[in-house]
């Protein structure tokens, strides 16, 4: 069975770091881009990060650039997204989804997703 479980949410102050992870069973990931979106009440969801299939190309969104870093670990079937100096702005829960090979923006491009992860960004 394809599965996708994030992990690594949570409450921090602004200013914080979390690290999230998104572990795939049932398929290995080799083959597959990686995205990380996020949807906050009453937004569109939104691709905040994605990582190829090889790991050469990675993509942020405008809004984290500079603070997030996305790195996969094929060995252990798993992504990261690195998040520093968060910002209120940054709540939302965060999900990861896969499609074959690169990245694409829009999260109707992704077939498997994980059933997301709550971060929260507040003093």
């Known amino acids: 069975q394809v599965q996708l479980v994030e992990s690594g949410g949570g409450l921090v102050q602004p200013g914080g770091s979390l690290r999230l992870s998104c572990a795939a069973s049932g398929f290995t990931l080799d083959n597959y881009a990686i995205g990380w979106f996020r949807q906050a009440p009453g937004k569109e969801r939104e691709r905040v990060s994605c990582?190829?299939?090889?790991?050469?190309?990675?993509a942020y969104a405008d809004s984290v650039k500079g603070r997030f870093t996305i790195s996969r670990d094929n060995d252990k079937n798993t992504v990261f997204l690195q998040m520093n100096s968060l910002k209120p702005e940054d709540t939302a829960v965060y999900y990861c989804?896969?499609?074959?090979?690169?990245?694409?923006?829009?999260?109707?491009?992704?077939?498997?997703w994980g059933q997301g992860t709550q971060v929260t960004v507040s003093s």
């Open positions: 990582v190829s299939y090889s790991g050469d190309f990675t």
């Open positions: 989804a896969t499609r074959q090979n690169y990245c694409r923006r829009e999260y109707k491009d992704y077939d498997y």
